[in-house]
């Protein structure tokens, strides 16, 4: 790891609410370079996963999705720890996914976002997209909020520009360790 401990900003919020749209603008709008990093650049991006060809057995989501979120958990880490600096958008579905993500990027400095969408606007981005499951978004919205306090939020209904200026201020005005950073274990 570099002697500087490298910066994630990770945007939390429910499917569709606009965080990959977000991290492009901040990406852009950024005088440092930060690398853009989801899980979707694995699930929908590049063909990784095998094709799900059973329901309960070894090629079932059930059975891939724990290794694929701690692998990729694992990739955060050892992408920051190699120096780069990072923005990241994820949906945080429970307290445990939550700890495990603070515990692995405890060495880092967290900027963590929560980025809102009102429901009717998430459902509408939901069908206009096409490659999610009509339902996500909402079943998102319902929990994905619960795990904060964050450091800073941002209203994706507004435009991305706007939101990417906001979050790039608060986060140059943000003190070290961030929320995010407390659940780390002995935090």
Request: glycine share 8%; proline share 6%.
């Amino acid at each position: 790891m570099s002697d500087n401990p490298a910066s994630i900003i990770l945007l939390n919020g429910a499917s569709s609410a606009g965080k990959s749209t977000l991290a492009m603008a901040i990406q852009t709008k950024m005088d440092a370079p930060f690398l853009r990093f989801s899980l979707d650049l694995l699930l929908f991006g590049g063909n990784v996963l095998p094709p799900r060809r059973d329901k309960t057995g070894p090629f079932s989501w059930a059975a891939m999705r724990p290794r694929l979120f701690e692998g990729y958990y694992e990739c955060l880490a050892a992408l920051a720890g190699a120096g780069n600096d990072l923005i990241v958008d994820q949906i945080i579905e429970t307290s445990d996914q939550r700890d495990r993500l603070a515990d692995v990027l405890a060495p880092f400095d967290v900027f963590y976002v929560g980025v809102h969408c009102p429901l009717p606007e998430l459902e509408r981005r939901e069908r206009l997209r096409g490659d999610r499951a009509v339902g996500d978004a909402r079943r998102d919205l319902a929990f994905v909020h619960g795990f904060g306090p964050y450091d800073a939020e941002v209203d994706s209904s507004l435009p991305a520009d706007a939101n990417a200026e906001s979050v790039i201020a608060a986060w140059r005005m943000r003190r070290v360790p961030g929320n995010f950073s407390q659940t780390a274990s002995g935090g």
